[in-house]
């Protein structure tokens, strides 16, 4: 029996997307998860701040994700919800705070340069322009973590920074 030549590039072309859409399926099982974040409310040009958007955000990393090296453009502060943060800094000194910022908080840990610390659960930090760091989440669970920021109009959420 011979194949008609049309069958045979029907064929082909068939199998041609199944290879394809395997190897798209496979690649996208293969990307590594991603933090999310999410604007939950912002301010352009707030009384006392001309010039500046002051915004409310939502960042989710997944279990096992890290973030890359970066900076802020302005001042952020990173308060964690739930989960674990493991924070890491490169450059500058981070205090980690425990408690509500009008009853007297306290720093329980800093991390300097060179370091790494833990940023738990009901924790949180202030991070300034200069400082370049990233958070990682080493645990199985996501963790979340509400920002507040104060950067010029027009600033990125953050500045990578070369590792």
């Not at 999310?36 to 994700?65: F, K, S, Y």
């Amino acid at each position: 029996m011979v194949a008609h030549p049309r069958s045979a590039l029907i064929v082909g072309a068939f199998l041609l997307m199944l290879t394809a859409a395997g190897a798209y399926a496979a690649g996208a099982a293969q990307r590594p998860p991603q933090a999310t974040r999410t604007v939950l409310a912002q301010a352009v040009d707030p009384p006392g701040a001309r010039g500046r958007t002051l915004g409310l955000a939502r960042v989710t990393i997944p279990a096992h994700t890290r973030l890359g090296l970066h900076r802020h453009p302005g001042v952020q502060l990173a308060y964690v919800q739930k989960g674990t943060l493991t924070y890491t800094v490169k450059r500058g000194v981070v205090n980690v705070y425990r408690g509500a910022a009008d009853q007297k908080p306290r720093v329980v840990r800093r991390v300097a340069g060179g370091h790494t610390g833990s940023v738990k659960a009901g924790e949180w930090v202030i991070e300034r322009p200069h400082v370049v760091h990233f958070g990682a989440n080493n645990g199985d669970r996501p963790v979340v973590i509400l920002l507040t920021t104060l950067f010029k109009n027009g600033s990125p959420a953050s500045i990578p920074v070369p590792e």
